[in-house]
């Protein structure tokens, strides 16, 4: 994906050197990684929180220490970091900080996460 981006945006540049054969070659690379996705294999590793909702409003999402590493290693494997961690002053831990290159990024904690509510019914955003 990161060589389609870079193809994608030197295109234009006149003094590129990317050829067909490398266009070709990046187009076969992703659909071959299309062609291998599994979203319910990779869903199946998301741990499940449960939400609890107060009379006000506000949810508090119950966290266990396990789901707690358990997001972040989906989060690593996901994005190839090996740093992830909860922005200490996010609520709830629904804000997570991984290394991508040089750069720091956060995520929202929801992308990796099964919400359900206290009652079991599914949260879906």
């Known amino acids: 994906m990161e060589k389609a981006n870079y193809y994608i945006e030197f295109r234009d540049y006149s003094g590129n050197n ?13 659909n071959a990684a299309v062609a291998g996705l599994d979203w319910k ?13 107060d009379k006000n409003g ?3 999402w119950n966290w266990t220490p396990k789901a707690e ?6 989060v ?7 740093d992830a961690h909860f922005l200490p002053t996010s609520p ?3 804000t997570i900080v991984y290394t991508r290159g040089i750069y720091p990024v ?6 990796f996460v099964n919400l359900v509510l206290s009652n079991g019914k599914r949260i879906d955003f």
């Open 41 to 53: 294999k990779e869903i199946a590793k998301f741990p499940t929180i449960t939400v609890e909702i």
């Open 92 to 94: 709830n831990n629904d």
């Open 106 to 111: 956060t995520a929202n904690t929801r992308k």
């Open 58 to 60: 506000k949810s508090k």
């Open 69 to 74: 590493q358990q997001v972040l290693k989906v």
């Open 18 to 30: 990317i050829s067909g054969a490398d266009v070709r070659k990046v187009t076969s690379d992703l």
């Open 76 to 82: 690593n494997e996901i994005y190839g970091s090996t």
